[in-house]
């Protein structure tokens, strides 16, 4: 069931996702990506994207079944909680494309059919750690907690699950540079752009698994003896040269730098086996953010206004400061949803943006908007909890 959602507001959203998934060969513009995130909160599941997706034609044309894998990537990472849970049914829906898509041109299919193998298995996965929410960010406390009592064997067995969840992003980015080859094209073009542009969500994946691994393997050494790692360090060293050779190459590229802040790992892995030459390690899971405006956006500022908007201007003030609170707290791992939840920051959005409008603050207006996207992506890791023990007391 799709909650409070009219026929109009299912038409527009079915209108944002035919939009968002055209045949142009052309990266997704954001704010129609951003529109079908919102969505799935706004019915409260991830229905509405699936009956949306029913009505395009993905196996007709290779673009469209391009897109599509993008824009699932995206509901499923910082759509509604319940995106993980609605769209595990459509697996064989996503192998069908994946087979399908062998008559598409060389170049498409075999990219496409690896994304939808890493979709496949981002599902699978989660649906075994059911504790990752679909962008897997984890405060430090509740990655501790998936040890439970046996520490040692859970975080062996997840780290095999993060070893083949990297696998499956590093065939996709080498299959996607190997067909920019192929076609002569470029990041420069609006063709390269289109195939690049899903790297930066499978970026921030790796980075995540990457910084998980790391920390579970140093765990692991202090407590088992190392010959019964030695699988998992001849794996793992296999995958950092690969990532970094990844980063490397997307940091070559200017069209990444205008978008992100490109992660790059050290000359060397860590040492596992030795404590004395393997040096501290810094997290690295909070490198890949959206690239900072030039200019610092500060608090507005205004004179000469009447009574009332000078109210109205302290009024937006005083939630941008709640707003940035919120977001910051969210990137460190707690969401202080009695401060400013995602919904009032929906809700004030567009007062803010008619004031801002008529101010003539642009600057601070797209500050609104980044914080709302932010928000709704880290407050989604509370809700998936809760979502997942609402469906797991249903099938009790």
Not at 69 to 76: A, G, R, T, W
Not at 331 to 352: A, C, P, T
Request: net charge neutral; glycine share 4%; hydrophobic share 35%.
């Amino acid at each position: 069931m799709i909650k409070d959602y009219t026929n109009k507001d299912y038409s527009k959203y079915v209108e944002s996702l035919e939009k968002a998934v055209n045949d142009i060969e052309a990266p997704i513009k954001t704010k129609h990506v951003r529109i079908l995130i919102i969505g799935t909160f706004h019915a409260q599941n991830a229905e509405i994207f699936w009956n949306s997706a029913c009505r395009l034609s993905i196996t007709d044309n290779h673009i469209v079944a391009w897109k599509f894998c993008y824009v699932l990537h995206k509901i499923l990472r910082e759509g509604h909680p319940l995106s993980l849970l609605n769209s595990q049914p459509h697996r064989k829906d996503l192998s069908q494309i994946g087979t399908l898509s062998m008559h598409f041109p060389d170049d498409y299919g075999k990219i496409i059919a690896l994304y939808i193998s890493l979709l496949i298995y981002k599902l699978e996965f989660h649906e075994i750690n059911t504790k990752f929410p679909g962008h897997l960010g984890l405060s430090p406390e509740e990655f501790v907690s998936i040890g439970g009592e046996n520490v040692d064997n859970n975080y062996f067995n997840l780290t095999i699950d993060m070893f083949d969840y990297i696998d499956h992003i590093l065939a996709l980015q080498e299959a996607v540079f190997g067909s920019l080859n192929a076609s002569n094209s470029n990041s420069m073009t609006s063709a390269g752009q289109c195939k690049l542009f899903p790297l930066m969500v499978c970026i921030e994946d790796a980075l995540k698994l990457y910084d998980y691994c790391v920390k579970m393997l140093l765990k692991m050494h202090i407590t088992l003896t190392h010959n019964v790692l030695t699988g998992h360090r001849a794996r793992f060293s296999k995958q950092f040269g690969a990532l970094k050779r990844f980063y490397e190459r997307v940091s070559n590229l200017q069209y990444f730098n205008d978008l992100i802040i490109v992660p790059s790992l050290p000359d060397h892995p860590p040492v596992f086996t030795s404590l004395t030459k393997s040096p501290f390690y810094i997290s690295q899971g909070k490198l890949v953010t959206q690239k900072p405006n030039e200019r610092k956006t500060e608090p507005i500022k205004v004179t000469n206004l009447n009574i009332d908007d000078n109210r109205r201007v302290k009024h937006i003030n005083n939630h941008y400061e709640a707003a940035r609170f919120v977001c910051k707290d969210a990137n460190d791992g707690m969401v202080h949803l009695s401060v400013l939840d995602y919904q009032y920051i929906i809700q004030e959005k567009e007062f803010f943006r008619k004031e801002c409008e008529r101010l003539n603050y642009i600057n601070f207006r797209g500050e609104i908007n980044s914080l709302v996207s932010r928000n709704i992506q880290e407050t989604s890791l509370l809700q998936y909890k809760i979502a997942s023990l609402e469906h797991l007391l249903r099938n009790q």
